[in-house]
């Protein structure tokens, strides 16, 4: 992993940088340390100008308070949204409708939400419990694998896509765009790039316009029926929602069953208690996504303001980094601890407010059913002492190698 | 012992039901709302209480 345009970190309080790698090495040593020394709110000015909060109490009341923040770019750039010339802004945004504000955004929510409730997701069980199982026959009998390549990175890739109506074989394609999106923040702007996003939406352009010739049961069809306020949604709306659950659904679904994998691999106890006791799993994973939560989103600063004591600027970004407001000690016991059977649990893996993650229920069946499989078919299992684990940079955060020694298979 | 899900506070983070699917409902939408006018039925307390504390909006409520 390489440096982001803007060079090494000097000092996190007033020059942080979440898009390098040392911020993904270890963020929560950094904002400890940026909390004890009395700094809960870090400042940079990469990216155009970016806060970073760190209690639950400021994430919360930022991700609650639409009137002074927008959501209409959640992915940090080295651009603002008014560089960026033919741009869809607010209350719209480029994916809706997480890219929404209200009152808008209500409206381009609830569309999605049946989709993705509870009862239309459980019935998935099944599906992805035969995915899991595909994907650990196919590692043979090897007792070196990678759990991120060869198992997690797949399973939120083959659901997304069957949802959707994408053809699931494109899976490493997505993957490239999701590394695209979220992991390139701070990577140079290079001729390349572009093209390779031009590429995307050729990719999705080409599905959707399919779609409509020859509809079929599925979420790309479903919108392309679908209204707002009366007509039918726009084709940028479509294709911007589309981008939204493909690259939503997998990156960070990834994440969380990497996360989970990587603290049972390197956490014997609380993986034999999770062998020997399978009903505990689903508490297991709630304090996983505690622990490990991988996403961190982001507003922009409507007008100038104060905010605690700083002075934000119109336009200057504001990270809401879920993961740190899931370390607060004023909000949790033992807040450092990962404790598998933890009772009270309010955590904001999923964020806060009116852009809850619209695929929670399906992330939660993903990482549920992942880590079941996982520990039925490979009860012991460790980190290949001779190989590195590596992370992602960015917003999202998980492992994107877990180069693991089978100890014992089932 | 009553449960109340405060219907402008709820999310649809969906705990609730998770936790306690005999005190707590969704709707179409993933809206979570409270069964039996909420009264809680004796033995399920500690389910309510459950509820409770992994709802991240802090929408539930418990009257004693």
């Known amino acids: 992993m390489s440096e982001t345009v803007y060079g090494p970190v000097t000092d996190w309080a007033t020059d942080f940088d979440h898009g390098s790698p040392a911020y993904a090495a270890d963020m929560h040593k950094i904002w400890d340390d940026l909390k004890n020394s009395g700094c809960p709110i870090a400042h940079t000015e990469r990216y155009g100008g970016a806060w970073l909060p760190l209690t639950h109490e400021m994430v919360h009341s930022i991700a609650y308070d639409t009137d002074h923040f927008t959501s209409e770019a959640p992915v940090v750039g080295q651009l603002k949204p008014s560089q960026i010339p033919d741009r869809i802004g607010a209350p719209i945004g480029p994916v809706p409708p997480i890219s929404s504000d209200p009152p808008f955004h209500n409206e381009a929510r609830r569309l999605l939400l049946p989709a993705f409730s509870p009862k239309m997701i459980d019935p998935w069980r099944d599906e992805v419990i035969e995915i899991c199982n595909k994907l650990i026959d196919d590692m043979g009998d090897a007792d070196h694998i990678d759990a991120a390549l060869q198992y997690s990175q797949h399973i939120p890739v083959m659901v997304i896509a069957r949802m959707l109506g994408l053809p699931v074989e494109d899976g490493d394609k997505f993957r490239g765009w999701v590394n695209l999106v979220l992991s390139g923040i701070g990577e140079e702007r290079t001729e390349a790039r572009m093209q390779q996003f031009m590429e995307f939406n050729d990719y999705l352009a080409f599905h959707v316009n399919d779609h409509k010739e020859n509809p079929r049961e599925d979420l790309i069809s479903f919108l392309l029926n679908a209204e707002i306020f009366g007509d039918k949604l726009s084709l940028e709306h479509v294709v911007g929602t589309v981008i939204l659950l493909l690259i939503a659904g997998i990156d960070t679904t990834w994440s969380g069953i990497g996360s989970s994998l990587w603290h049972l691999a390197t956490n014997s106890v609380d993986r034999r208690r999770l062998v020997e006791n399978p009903d505990m799993i689903p508490a297991a994973i709630e304090e996983f996504l505690r622990a490990y939560a991988p996403v961190t989103m982001a507003r922009l600063v409507k007008e100038d303001m104060e905010f605690h004591g700083v002075q934000m600027k119109k336009e200057d970004w504001v990270l809401l980094p879920f993961p740190a407001a899931n370390r607060d000690d004023k909000q949790f016991a033992n807040a450092h601890e990962v404790v598998i059977d933890r009772e009270e649990n309010r955590h904001a893996a999923f964020g806060l407010g009116i852009h809850r993650c619209l695929g929670s229920n399906l992330a939660r069946l993903e990482m549920n059913v992942a880590i079941e499989v996982f520990l039925q078919r490979f009860p012991d299992f460790s980190v290949d002492a001779n190989e590195i684990v590596t992370w992602s940079t960015g917003q999202v955060r998980g492992p994107r190698s877990l180069p693991f020694v089978v100890n014992a298979r089932a | ?64």
Not at chain 2, 2 to 31: I, M, T, W
Not at chain 2, 44 to 56: Q, T
């Open chain 2, 1 to 64: 012992m009553r449960v109340h899900v405060d219907p402008s506070k709820c999310q649809g983070h969906n705990r609730c039901y998770a936790l306690a699917p005999e005190l707590f409902d969704v709707d179409d939408y993933g809206n979570a709302f409270e069964l039996n006018d909420g009264v809680v039925p004796a033995g399920l307390e500690d389910k309510a209480r459950l509820a409770l504390a992994n709802c991240p909006e802090f929408a539930i409520s418990i009257e004693e």
